[in-house]
């Protein structure tokens, strides 16, 4: 039985301990496939309340602020600070209680966390990276959010001594399920952006979605390989599931969109870890949202059963999640 790098075994290996990612959502994000820069009404199936269940609302005026890399001035830079302190006490101090964890991994979830002025992205980076046994930092981002002096920056805590991680959500190399989707960019510079984030030491992990519509399984395995023939440190794989409120939701529920079924997604999670280089580390690979917002497929209501599914076609194959 081989096992799969898991970030939990990878964590284990690099820093001797377990660590834990604490996600953490700041009011005023948003992302540029959302405010109209890029476009508007974003992804078909983006719904970020359903991916971040602690964006808290606190205060009025963090409604009406929102982000982006030109703001000239950032006025709720102390409530966005003080978010990011609550938030990481709230899951650290529950993880050294419940598990005896020592050690953290900032995760910065929801939106696109590159997309802010630059001073304001440093002012948090430099307080989450101040925060008590934080080893490190993961940022979820797009690529047409990140510049050369967001690389700099974020080299600068790599030659300090912690980890960081840029999470590219690239879910498909098709442009024309980009398209489809609406994720407002393509693909060109994809690999060239993974190339240089890595060269200054950052670790690039790559998110994909399979499922996505009018995708077979070969394309969705041919993003994989892409991504993988472009070097990758980590990968993120999910299944797309429907979220109410959404484009995706729509499409749905006029006939235009089958969900993925479990099987045929355990046997693609199946394929692609057989093709997935072994010190690449695997992030996650199971999704789904456990509350009433979800309307499709009904296997992504309980994490822990699509897991157990998903564990037993990998024993199956000799691979030990
Ligand atoms: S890139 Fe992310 S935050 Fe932006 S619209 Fe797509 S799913 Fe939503």
């Known amino acids: 039985m081989r096992e799969i790098l898991t970030l939990g075994r990878y964590f284990k290996k690099v820093f001797g301990q377990r660590v834990r990612k604490i996600p953490v959502s700041l009011q005023g994000f948003t992302c540029p496939n959302i405010d109209g820069r890029v476009a508007r009404g ?7 309340e359903s991916f971040s269940p602690s964006l808290i609302k606190i205060n009025p005026l963090a409604t009406r602020i929102k982000m982006h890399t030109d703001l ?9 600070v003080k978010q990011l ?7 650290s101090d529950f993880h050294k209680e419940k598990f005896e964890i020592q050690k953290y991994m900032i995760y910065l979830q929801s939106y696109s966390n590159t997309y802010a002025p630059f001073a304001t992205l440093k002012t948090l980076f430099d307080e989450a990276l101040a ?7 993961s940022i979820g981002t797009r690529i047409d959010c990140v510049s050369e002096d967001i690389l700099d920056l974020l080299e600068g805590y790599v030659r300090a001594g ?9 879910q498909s190399v098709f442009p024309k399920t980009l398209e489809l989707i609406n994720r407002g960019h393509g693909i ?3 690999q060239d952006l993974f190339a240089k984030t890595r060269k200054r030491g950052i670790k690039v992990c790559a998110h994909l979605i399979y499922g996505l519509p009018q995708e077979s399984e070969e394309m969705m395995l041919e993003s994989l390989r892409a991504v993988v023939g472009w070097g990758v440190d980590g990968l993120k794989l999910h299944p797309l599931y429907v979220v109410r409120n959404t484009a995706l939701a729509k499409m749905f529920k ?13 046997n693609l999670i199946v394929r692609s870890l057989q093709e997935i280089p072994q010190d690449v580390v695997m992030h996650r ?3 789904g949202a456990h509350d009433e917002m979800l309307l499709a497929p009904k296997w992504c209501f309980d994490k822990n059963i699509q897991m157990r599914y998903i564990r037993e076609r990998l024993r199956e194959v000799g691979l030990e999640y």
């Not at 974003?42 to 970020?48: D, K, R, V």
């Not at 912690?162 to 690239?170: A, D, S, T, V």
């Not at 006029?254 to 355990?266: D, F, H, R, V």
């Open 131 to 137: 925060l008590p046994n934080v080893v490190g930092m």
């Open 188 to 190: 060109d510079g994809a």
């Open 72 to 80: 000239k001035e950032n006025p709720i830079l102390d409530m966005q």
């Open 162 to 170: 912690k980890e960081i991680w840029l999470e590219y959500g690239i």
């Open 285 to 287: 690979m199971s999704s």
């Open 85 to 91: 302190k609550e938030q990481f006490i709230w899951h």
């Open 254 to 266: 006029n006939g235009e969109y089958t969900p993925i079924s479990l099987e045929s997604y355990a």
């Open 42 to 48: 974003g992804c078909i199936y983006c719904c970020n």
